[in-house]
């Protein structure tokens, strides 16, 4: 457990919120696109990335000079170094306890500065970047066409250079979790690499929240929405006395439809068997 002496909020993650998170997706126009251009035959491959432990990992010292690039002026810059500077941590196990350490890298998680100090850390990720590049606090895809050789090594070409990033920026990407989602019947399947390491290949990945399947579908996610709606409600069934409209409605707008409205712009089902599992839902 890691105990924090500075008085400003410590532990957690920035949450990211229905409307942001529907504004990213319909925003990343440049990822659906390709998701088009693979319903008509070709090639797409979309790699997710992962920065290994990436809140915690952002140098102060690249900040800061990040920061004075940025043209902001000296007295911000001061106040940010101030705010970041004199923190100190320690290790408790089972009441023994470590010697303080000083910390040269992280941003607060739980803060409202945090992520955007660590949004303008990475904003320079996709400088010299031929391919898709989409940027979600520190969810990040790497996309483009891969129906040639060519098309297929500006991607590897791309990871190269995201590699070289994370070493002058030194933020590491955690290259275990970072996966390859091949789209396209024509797909060839590539393996790609960062530095000396394969990626792994993935038949979906969950992207903000939405399951996203190497066949575009969308019916893992409409099993997924259903699912968690179809407990939700059972819940309000098993404990809620009350079934009269004036209650459940409520309810039922409050914590179910949430469920089934979450960025549908981007999964809403194809299949009629789809659309009559979240029909059921709502019935």
């Not at 229905?18 to 998701?35: D, E, F, I, L, P």
């Not at 900040?63 to 004199?86: C, S």
């Not at 040269?104 to 320079?124: A, E, H, K, M, R």
Request: aromatic share 8%; hydrophobic share 35%.
């Amino acid at each position: 457990m890691a105990q924090g002496r500075h008085g400003l909020p410590g532990e957690g993650v920035q949450s990211k919120d229905c409307s942001s998170c529907n504004h990213s997706k319909m925003a990343g126009r440049g990822q659906s696109r390709h998701m088009a251009t693979s319903y008509k035959g070709e090639a797409v491959d979309v790699i997710y990335l992962d920065f290994s432990k990436a809140f915690d990992t952002v140098s102060h010292d690249i900040l800061i000079d990040k920061l004075g690039k940025y043209n902001l002026d000296r007295a911000t810059i001061r106040w940010v170094h101030n705010w970041l500077d004199n923190r100190s941590q320690r290790v408790v196990v089972n009441g023994s306890k470590s010697c303080w350490k000083g910390i040269t890298s992280g941003v607060p998680q739980g803060s409202v500065l945090g992520p955007v100090l660590f949004n303008i850390f990475i904003n320079d990720v996709d400088i010299g970047i031929e391919s898709t590049l989409i940027k979600f606090a520190d969810d990040t895809k790497l996309g483009g066409v891969a129906t040639s050789l060519e098309d297929r090594d500006i991607i590897q070409n791309d990871l190269s250079k995201l590699e070289k990033w994370s070493e002058v920026n030194r933020m590491r990407f955690n290259k275990e979790k970072c996966k390859v989602l091949h789209l396209g019947r024509n797909n060839q399947f590539h393996t790609y690499k960062m530095g000396s390491d394969c990626l792994g290949r993935s038949m979906a990945e969950r992207d903000l929240g939405v399951i996203v399947d190497h066949k575009l579908n969308m019916s893992q996610q409409c099993d997924a929405v259903a699912k968690k709606a179809n407990m939700i409600l059972g819940c309000i069934n098993r404990c809620v006395v009350s079934k009269t409209r004036e209650v459940i409605l409520p309810l039922y707008s409050a914590l179910v439809r949430p469920q089934l409205e979450y960025c549908v712009q981007f999964w809403a089902p194809h299949f009629k068997k789809d659309v009559e599992k979240l029909e059921r839902v709502q019935r």
